[in-house]
């Protein structure tokens, strides 16, 4: 292992392959998109974390997906920043903190942004559920199970860790 520890920013760049930015303002305002931040995406930034910070801080990476509310791009990288921050020490007090999915560094992409919001306001209960279902398709995908979680849905269209199933979770089969 190094002896100097490897920015967040720079495990994105080196693992992803350009395929996500490390810029959390550049998917401002796009909500949960698979396009932007899929189980792919995010199995190559927990890859990253493996190989150049180790498996405490992976352990502590997955401990942060577990509770994410909001897995939009932009919600996922002000996150992930956070947990860096903290030195890979995971506190759920100071995650899902309200702004999480407004990120900007000019002012016109912050007017684009919420005009974007303004117009079209996302379900919440439907970005809950995109949520889990993508981090449970990543836990899958490393071989583990979600914690299963009642969701506090007040349409009661959500289930165990955001699925639409009458039973609890269900596994993701690629």
């Not at 992803?16 to 550049?26: F, K, N, V």
């Not at 909500?31 to 405490?56: F, Q, S, T, W």
């Not at 379900?123 to 899958?140: T, Y």
Request: hydrophobic letters at 35%; one cysteine or more.
């Amino acid at each position: 292992m190094p002896t100097e520890k490897m920015s967040v920013r720079a495990i994105i760049h080196k693992h992803t392959d350009g395929r996500l930015s490390a810029r959390p303002e550049y998917y401002s305002g796009r909500g949960v998109n698979r396009g932007d931040l899929g189980p792919n995406h995010i199995k190559m930034v927990y890859d990253g974390i493996v190989a150049e910070l180790g498996n405490d801080a992976a352990e502590e990476f997955i401990k942060m997906l577990e509770e994410l509310k909001d897995m939009s791009a932009t919600g996922f990288l002000n996150s992930l920043y956070r947990l860096e921050t903290a030195d890979f020490k995971f506190d759920a007090k100071k995650f899902n903190l309200s702004g999480d999915g407004i990120a900007y560094n000019d002012d016109v992409t912050a007017f684009c942004t919420v005009a974007e919001v303004m117009m079209g306001r996302r379900d919440p209960d439907i970005e809950e559920m995109s949520s889990r279902q993508l981090v449970a398709e990543f836990l899958f995908s490393i071989g583990r199970t979600p914690t299963q979680r009642k969701s506090k849905s007040k349409s009661g269209m959500l289930n165990f860790n955001g699925y639409y199933t009458v039973d609890g979770i269900a596994p993701y089969k690629p």
